[in-house]
């Protein structure tokens, strides 16, 4: 059986009685969850079909909802995105969000 290069192996020490959460995201469930919370903070599925589409031009994602997604980015899926180190231009797309999100995820 061939070993999966998509898989990571952390070890952790938990005290008896102490409850743990570990999540653990494939490239397929994460690009999944971040279309799930696109749609949900867009407020529209044309985000899956029309991946190029320009969200803040076509008012699909205002400044709010880029601060509330580049917060659900890291409390769903554990990725810090920094308001300061990227620009609307950055994440204009599911594309380009989703390339970012996922090469961050790979660098982990």
Partial sequence: MAPDENKTTDKIQVEEGERVEIKFHTENTMEEKLLEIL?????????????????FEDDL?????????????????GIVISPSEVTREDLNTTNKILELVLTRANAK
């Fill in 61 to 77: 994602l205002d400044s709010l909802g880029f601060a509330e997604l580049l917060v659900r980015i890291e409390d769903e899926l």
């Fill in 39 to 55: 749609e949900d903070i867009c407020e529209d599925d044309v985000v899956r079909e029309e991946r190029d589409l320009d969200l």
